[in-house]
């Protein structure tokens, strides 16, 4: 039930692409991404929800597919403070939210 | 300023040993939760309330329990501490489209 990230680790240059997946053995209404720091707690990212748009905040975007249950989350141009674990979340139509594997990412200069 | 708290930030405590996680919010949230991480891992659920006397149990098994008396405040307890509690709580609280986790508490069990 808990959905599935990978890769598991990712090691980037400032300045290179990175793209997160999501994906669920279920069916998906929504998806929530958070970022989680080297001793700190998770952040909000965004949502995406069935039937929305894709969304971007500042040049970090993400997709929903919801056929093939499945998120994505574009890092472009990255920079070191994009360094830390990030989450994909998924609620099931729900109000409590299932975390994802996680996913790590350094980012150097 | 609207914020969540949790006391204590660091705890080290013997087995058998009954222990309270306090979390308070003041940002008016109806919803809130408690997640159980492991260094490095995933976020699992073991608690969650949607209001006022309203408590569940979440996706993973706890032995704590957890109370929500007043609508700021959702303590989580600990009943006899075990080294298998060891681990990072961190309480959260939102809307059901955006969660505003507290910093955490570091539990170690010894």
């Known amino acids: 039930q808990q959905p599935v990230q990978s890769p598991q680790a990712v090691i980037l240059r400032e300045g290179e692409d990175a793209v997160i997946n999501c994906s669920s053995s279920?069916?998906?209404?929504?998806v929530h991404w958070y970022r989680q720091k080297h001793g700190e707690a998770p952040v909000f990212l965004m949502i995406?929800?069935?039937?929305?748009e894709q969304k971007g905040h500042d040049k970090i975007s993400a997709s929903f597919n919801e056929k093939k249950q499945q998120s994505s989350l574009y890092l472009t141009a990255s920079q070191l403070s994009y360094s830390g674990t990030y989450f994909c979340?998924?609620?099931?139509?729900?109000?409590?939210?299932?975390f994802g594997t996680g996913t790590r990412l350094q980012v150097f200069p | 300023e609207a914020d969540i708290y949790q006391t204590p930030r660091y705890l080290v405590i013997g087995t058998g040993k009954k222990i309270t996680l306090e979390c308070s919010q003041t940002?008016?949230?109806?919803?809130m939760y408690w997640y159980q991480q492991d260094p490095g891992m995933e976020l699992h659920l073991i608690h969650y309330?949607?209001?006022?006397?309203?408590?569940e149990k979440g996706d993973l098994s706890s032995e704590s329990t957890v109370s929500r008396i007043r609508t700021e405040h959702f303590p989580l307890t600990l009943e006899s501490a075990r080294p298998s509690h060891t681990s990072q709580y961190l309480c959260?609280?939102?809307?059901?489209?955006?969660?505003?986790f507290g910093p955490g508490t570091r539990l170690t069990v010894t």
């Open positions: 959260a609280c939102g809307t059901g489209l955006e969660q505003y």
């Open positions: 309330s949607y209001g006022v006397n309203s408590t």
């Open positions: 279920k069916a998906l209404y929504s």
């Open positions: 979340g998924t609620d099931f139509n729900t109000d409590k939210l299932i």
């Open positions: 995406l929800l069935k039937g929305g």
């Open positions: 940002m008016g949230h109806d919803k």
